[in-house]
Structure formats: C-alpha cells, structure tokens
C-alpha cells in the first residue's frame, strides 16, 4: 500500500512528493519529485532527513 503526501523539502525551500511504502527493504520517506517554490518559515512544523537508501538526500 503506497500513501501520497506532499512533504516540505526544507533544504532547498522547495516543496517534495513523497511516497510511504510498507516494505521490510525500502524506506519509509524518499522525495522523487521537486517544485521550485519557497515555504515560508511559518509554515514549518519540524524538519526530518529522508533514509540514506533513498536515491535523492533531503530534509523534509
């Protein structure tokens, strides 16, 4: 069961979409797509770096 989500990317101020697997080998949270729009510091709760199994590093 996949789950979609749109996450914070906060490295480079740029929104991600996410992808949740339930699988015992994969990650939990890897970022596969960017856009290029600023998040206004308000706007965000916390800050989590994505597995290092995920093929793009990131901070969401």
Do not use: G, W, Y
């Not at 970022?31 to 916390?46: G, L, T």
């Amino acid at each position: 069961m996949l789950e979609k989500s749109l996450e914070a990317d906060t490295a480079l101020s740029n929104p991600c979409f996410s992808v949740t697997a339930k699988a015992v080998i994969s990650p939990d949270l890897c970022c596969f797509h960017f856009f290029d729009k600023r998040i206004p510091k308000a706007n965000i709760v916390s800050i989590v770096k994505t597995h290092s199994q995920c093929s793009t590093p990131a901070f969401v």
